[in-house]
């Protein structure tokens, strides 16, 4: 079975500005010398990660981010998953992403 993929080519200013409009850059939660981007938008109750609607689809920021900035993404988790590096599920700064097994973000 072939494995598909979040890829994010191109972000619209619109999107830009929408997306960014939901993100506080809080200099004073850092990771790596690097600010988290905390989701204010809706969040999970469960865990915390962030949810934006995007071409009739519901994604969490993170992952929407990541594709766009770093690479595509499996679709589906079982192939892997981002570890959030600064351990804040809100993040969504791309540089505290770092994509791993399952396995391995459950261990960290």
């Known amino acids: 079975m072939a494995v598909e993929y979040l890829t994010v080519e191109h972000l619209s200013t619109k999107d830009l500005i ?11 939660l850092q990771w790596n010398n690097s600010p ?6 809706a969040r999970s109750k469960r865990k ?3 949810i934006v609607h995007w071409i009739d689809w519901i994604y969490k920021p993170h992952r929407l981010l990541f594709a766009w ?11 892997g998953e981002l570890d959030h590096l600064c351990r804040r ?4 700064n791309p540089l505290h992403l770092e994509f791993v097994s399952t396995r391995i973000n459950v261990l960290r």
Do not use: N, T, V
Request: with cysteine.
């Open 18 to 28: 929408r997306i960014f409009s939901k993100i506080e850059i809080m200099s004073d």
């Open 36 to 41: 988290c981007w905390i989701w204010c938008g």
């Open 48 to 50: 915390g990660y962030g």
């Open 69 to 79: 900035a770093i690479h595509p993404l499996p679709k589906h988790q079982s192939k």
């Open 89 to 92: 599920p809100a993040c969504c």
